[in-house]
């Protein structure tokens, strides 16, 4: 290896590695895991008659345990930076809030591998003892890495929110992985992964690697977005990453039926959430070499330019933008049978998504709020999803006018529609008018926020509203 | 030594009253205000510092200390106001402000099982230092702040006088011209802050512009060339130290005249006579005389005036303040 190497990687994968490495934590858990394979095969060697399934599950097991102990350090990754006072060091330097966050993660991928590596030996004693079967044992091997990957970058997004925030997400999502974790260790210790790979079926497998990828990116997104400083531009990754994650995604549901629509939406909700934190949650970036970003000289730039800098207006509109594109390509595949329902339900969600950014706007137009933290989108989720949940619990008994008032809450027309599952064109008409409403609102502000932005790309100082 | 701003003859109170900054003039600050919802934190705070100045800055816990540190560090907005740093506005382009600024926050962040030196290495290539370029810093740096004994130990071993060396060094690496040091000698044993005050001269020497906080004020009287006073997030005073301890609350000077073999009435009945000057206190072998400036060219006068009236001084020289008693001073001065 050249002696020049670490070079060229980031500095903070270095770091991260060196760290990690020699940490106690993962020496103990290298050390108990080899032991307890050690034993492991001992057991076998000494006990010819077991179980080979049983004795291949145990193996998973003592794997799979040994990955969760090394994932689990992720949870204080950001946090032990932020409490030892490292972190704004970090930030003064040149590393970006994505180069701090893909590093802790690739420092914690490094020491799978390290663990997965250390493990190979075991698995040519299971050649041995003829329970190797090379293509599905790869296959859990790198399904399990895949995991590793998912469940670290979950980690890294945890360990980068706020002290209430995080500590009420992390002892839910503790929940809800020891539920999937006794599940998947009953799986393994069945012995079923090494025969049947992941999970038994190629294509839940191939969903599942598929899956995520956009679900790690947008953990390690949500955690750069909370840990970059105001001056930093996360705005236009973000959005490159949404588009990246949303396009093959939107251009398939125009090709999906309705039946396989869901994975879709699932491979496009990160790239929309990715989206929509960035632009209702964050302030606008008031640094102006942010906006002389990737500002070139080429007509096709200076259009796209002022989409993809970091403002509310922009978000929004990108947002909106990709948004109508997803749902006219599900609406291809589900209008075909030529029903108001789809319309209305997209309008219906539509309304929901613009509700807080058209009161947020109207409020800052009164109350002169520069912002809106994280605690304002929360209300406002908290007030409007029961009373839409109102609704469509009330909706079966309700009469046609009730019904009709509460096709002006948001979501409560999709609600109607799929209690009534009717064809009736009203509620569309309802819902088009209650998104025209919204978005002449919207629309002035995200005019006003466009000349903003194309004031601050000709270096001019320029207030930027703010959402 | 002491070079003054042009806003230290008097507080700022007014931001359009103040003249523009100077061209060697390293950091500009202009009505900076910071709110954290109803609070108001830093309220109007303009000062400029000078190339090469080693300035202390000084106030209560709360008055707004921390949070101009931070601003100036690029680590927080100010809600209104501006600050450049080299002509580089920290608001609109911070990132290029942070090539000329050095930070060293008042708890050196200690990683665990990295040595110093990977420490460094870290962060010289965390800044963008090439190669090369690296190694050379990091040998200087080493020498510099007598790092090489510990190279190879681990960071979160350290004693906090050899943690702040190492903070010390880090802060050095991309060769910053301005340096700002929130309260830097907390906790250092008395021959770990006699180590920091010389690198701090030397720093000086070289012409780094340092801004230090602290709480002991006497060792920003031996390492600082101006002082800046805040309380309640205003600034209150911005002068070097010598004026401030020579000063008093009433802004007369005090003067400690000593006497051979003559009744200590005398020095006050030559007071009375004396305009400008007054009877203080008496002392045991002479008296404090006040005088109503401490003008230079009055006080030498007063004093030839003094022999010539035949009463014979053994000893004569201007009380000093310490600088505590100043800070205190003026304090119960803004709030009266």
């Known amino acids: 290896m050249p002696e020049d190497f670490p070079d060229k990687i980031s500095p903070m994968v270095v770091k991260e590695v060196r760290q990690g490495l020699r940490s106690r934590s993962f020496i103990l858990s290298f050390l108990l895991l080899h032991t307890a394979l050690v034993l492991w095969a001992a057991?076998?060697?000494?006990?010819?008659?077991?179980?080979?399934?049983?004795?291949?599950?145990?193996?998973?097991?003592?794997?799979?345990?040994?990955?969760?102990?090394?994932?689990?350090?992720?949870?204080?990754?950001?946090?032990?930076?932020?409490?030892?006072?490292?972190?704004?060091?970090?930030?003064?330097?040149?590393?970006?809030?994505?180069?701090?966050?893909?590093?802790?993660?690739?420092?914690?991928?490094?020491?799978?591998?390290?663990?997965?590596?250390?493990?190979?030996?075991?698995?040519?004693?299971?050649?041995?003892?003829?329970?190797?079967?090379?293509?599905?044992?790869?296959?859990?091997?790198?399904?399990?890495?895949?995991?590793?990957?998912?469940i670290a970058a979950f980690m890294v997004m945890l360990s980068c929110l706020g002290k209430l925030i995080g500590g009420i997400a992390r002892v839910a999502s503790y929940l809800v992985l020891i539920l999937f974790g006794i599940q998947a260790l009953a799986f393994f210790a069945m012995g079923r992964a090494g025969r049947a790979g992941f999970s038994g079926e190629p294509g839940q497998l191939a969903l599942f690697l598929l899956l995520a990828l956009p679900y790690t990116m947008l953990f390690l997104g949500v955690a750069a977005a909370s840990v970059a400083p105001a001056s930093e531009n996360i705005a236009t990754r973000q959005r490159l990453w949404g588009l990246a994650l949303f396009v093959p995604a939107g251009i398939a549901a125009?090709?999906?039926?309705?039946?396989?629509?869901?994975?879709?939406?699932?491979?496009?909700?990160?790239?929309?959430?990715?989206?929509?934190?960035?632009?209702?949650?964050?302030?606008?970036?008031?640094?102006?070499?942010?906006?002389?970003?990737?500002?070139?000289?080429?007509?096709?730039?200076?259009?796209?330019?002022?989409?993809?800098?970091?403002?509310?207006?922009?978000?929004i509109l990108f947002f909106l933008m990709l948004w109508g594109a997803f749902a006219a390509g599900i609406l291809t595949a589900k209008s075909q049978g030529a029903d108001y329902v789809a319309v209305a339900g997209y309008a219906s969600v539509t309304n929901t998504l613009l509700l807080p950014v058209a009161l947020a706007i109207v409020m800052r137009r009164f109350l002169k709020i520069h912002s809106y933290p994280a605690r304002y989108w929360i209300s406002v989720a908290v007030l409007t999803l029961p009373v839409a949940m109102l609704g469509t619990l009330c909706m079966g008994s309700f009469a046609d006018t009730a019904r009709a008032i509460m096709a002006f809450l948001p979501l409560g027309i999709l609600v109607t529609l799929d209690s009534r599952g009717g064809d009736d064109a009203w509620p569309a008409l309802i819902a088009g008018v209650h998104t025209a409403l919204w978005a002449l609102v919207i629309v002035p502000f995200l005019v006003r926020d466009f000349r903003a932005v194309r004031r601050m790309m000709r270096g001019e100082r320029v207030e930027l509203p703010s959402a | 030594m002491s070079t003054l701003s042009p806003v230290e003859a008097a507080p700022v109170s007014d931001a359009h009253a103040v003249p523009p900054p100077l061209p060697d003039i390293v950091v500009s600050v202009r009505d900076l205000h910071r709110h954290f919802n109803n609070v108001h934190a830093v309220r109007g705070v303009s000062f400029d510092i000078r190339r090469g100045q080693v300035v202390g800055f000084i106030g209560a816990n709360g008055a707004g200390k921390t949070t101009t540190m931070r601003i100036l560090a690029t680590l927080d907005e100010p809600t209104a106001g501006t600050v450049t740093v080299n002509g580089h506005d920290l608001r609109d382009d911070p990132v290029s402000a942070r090539r000329f600024i050095g930070w060293m926050p008042d708890a050196y962040g200690a990683y665990d099982n990295m040595t110093v030196a990977e420490y460094l290495d870290f962060q010289g290539r965390a800044c963008g230092l090439p190669r090369a370029l690296r190694r050379e810093r990091m040998e200087e740096i080493m020498h510099f702040a007598d790092l090489l004994p510990l190279a190879d130990r681990m960071v979160n071993?350290?004693?906090?006088?050899?943690?702040?060396?190492?903070?010390?060094?880090?802060?050095?690496?991309?060769?910053?011209?301005?340096?700002?040091?929130?309260?830097?000698?907390?906790?250092?044993?008395?021959?770990?802050?006699?180590?920091?005050?010389?690198?701090?001269?030397?720093?000086?020497?070289?012409g780094k512009t340092l801004f230090i906080s602290s709480h002991i004020l006497s060792e920003l009287d031996e390492m600082c060339d101006s002082l800046l006073f805040i309380d309640s997030g205003r600034l209150v005073h911005h002068g070097s130290a010598h004026t401030l301890k020579h000063g008093s609350a009433d802004g007369t000077a005090v003067f400690v005249i000593k006497v051979a073999d003559t009744p200590v009435e005398r020095l006050a009945e030559w007071a009375s006579m004396n305009?400008?000057?007054?009877?203080?206190?008496?002392?045991?072998?002479?008296?404090?005389?006040?005088?109503?400036?401490?003008?230079?060219?009055?006080?030498?006068?007063?004093?030839?005036?003094?022999?010539?009236?035949?009463?014979p001084v053994t000893d004569f020289h201007r009380e000093e303040r310490r600088l505590e008693e100043a800070f205190i001073d003026m304090i119960s001065n803004k709030s009266k």
């Open chain 1, 254 to 315: 125009f090709t999906m039926n309705e039946q396989t629509w869901g994975p879709l939406l699932a491979c496009a909700l990160p790239g929309l959430a990715l989206l929509a934190l960035e632009c209702l949650l964050r302030r606008s970036n008031t640094s102006l070499p942010v906006y002389a970003e990737g500002f070139g000289r080429r007509a096709w730039r200076r259009a796209l330019a002022p989409l993809f800098a970091p403002s509310h207006g922009a978000g």
């Open chain 2, 157 to 206: 071993r350290l004693s906090k006088g050899q943690g702040q060396r190492v903070c010390f060094g880090r802060m050095l690496l991309h060769d910053p011209e301005f340096l700002l040091l929130d309260e830097p000698a907390a906790g250092l044993d008395p021959k770990a802050r006699i180590e920091f005050k010389n690198l701090v001269r030397i720093l000086a020497a070289r």
């Open chain 2, 275 to 311: 305009p400008g000057w007054s009877f203080a206190e008496r002392l045991r072998d002479g008296a404090r005389l006040r005088h109503e400036s401490g003008a230079p060219a009055e006080v030498a006068a007063g004093l030839r005036r003094m022999i010539l009236d035949g009463i």
């Open chain 1, 43 to 150: 057991g076998f060697l000494s006990d010819s008659g077991s179980s080979k399934s049983a004795a291949d599950g145990i193996f998973w097991t003592i794997l799979g345990v040994g990955l969760a102990i090394v994932v689990f350090r992720a949870q204080s990754a950001v946090r032990g930076e932020r409490d030892g006072k490292t972190l704004e060091l970090l930030q003064l330097t040149r590393l970006t809030a994505w180069n701090i966050v893909a590093g802790k993660w690739c420092s914690l991928m490094v020491e799978a591998l390290v663990v997965i590596t250390g493990v190979l030996p075991y698995f040519a004693l299971r050649y041995y003892f003829g329970t190797l079967r090379i293509l599905q044992d790869s296959a859990v091997v790198g399904s399990l890495l895949v995991l590793c990957g998912l």
